[in-house]
């Protein structure tokens, strides 16, 4: 079974620019997390989807985060302007159903 | 809300020694609790987990007993190895609704020979 998917693995952008990351969960997990993860610090979600609809984004900055999740399967985050405090690893995972976590590579970002 | 507090790290041991690193949560109602690991370059992959209380999780000679009195959820290892040198994250979801998982901050393990 494969797993979880994430493009591109690093990322190094300026401030104020935009960057976009890229999920593929696991065949029929119908449940996606977007988790961001500070250096020595444990993940924190920043949005969930069942299927495609967003079921809990109150920790999503919305002024300049956005995700979507099209067609219940793939997932797109973006950060449009990125700050320095972006920094972090961007974390993908999916879940059957009310159970453990599956999770992806990430994706180091570093803003310049 | 739900939180998860877990043992400051790092934590380095020489191989063989005994490991327990400790996790307590504060939750309404009876999460489900994990125990993730973190591979340096890794994503978190999960190590074990118990469900309800009194429950053991156990996994490449890792446990964990969910303890509902003391709202712990400790893991130990009677012998690390250098391959057990990772970051652990202790996990609890919320027991109703939709699943949402709270981690702890993680501990660092370093296994030295």
């Known amino acids: 079974e494969a797993g979880v998917a994430q493009s591109p693995r690093y990322k190094i952008i300026e401030k104020r620019q935009s960057v976009a990351f890229w999920c593929n969960p696991i065949s029929g997990h119908a449940t996606l997390y977007w988790y961001q993860q500070i250096l020595g610090q444990g993940p924190k979600l920043l949005i969930q989807?069942?299927?495609?609809?967003?079921?809990?984004d109150s920790q999503l900055p919305k002024d300049r985060f956005s995700a979507e999740r099209l067609k219940g399967v793939d997932s797109t985050l973006k950060i449009q302007p990125a700050k320095l405090e972006d920094s972090a690893v961007y974390l993908c995972?999916?879940?059957?159903?009310?159970?453990?976590?599956?999770f992806g590579p990430g994706t180091r970002l570093t803003v310049t | 809300g739900n939180s998860v507090t877990q043992m400051e790290g790092p934590v380095t041991l020489s191989e063989e020694a005994f490991l327990t690193i400790n996790c307590t949560y504060t939750?309404?109602?009876?999460?489900?609790l994990f125990w993730y690991v973190q591979y340096p370059g890794e994503g978190l992959q999960l190590l074990l987990k118990?469900?309800?209380?009194?429950d053991k999780g156990s996994n490449k000679g890792f446990e964990a007993t969910y303890r509902k009195e003391t709202t712990s959820f400790h893991l130990e290892k009677g012998s690390v190895q250098v391959s057990d040198s990772a970051v652990y994250f202790c996990?609890?979801?919320?027991?109703?609704?939709?699943?949402?998982?709270?981690f702890g901050t993680g501990t660092k393990l370093q296994v030295i020979p």
């Open positions: 939750a309404t109602g009876y999460p489900s």
């Open positions: 989807f069942q299927n495609n609809g967003v079921v809990d």
């Open positions: 995972a999916s879940s059957p159903g009310l159970s453990e976590q599956y």
């Open positions: 118990a469900t309800k209380a009194d």
């Open positions: 996990a609890g979801n919320n027991s109703g609704g939709y699943q949402k998982v709270t």
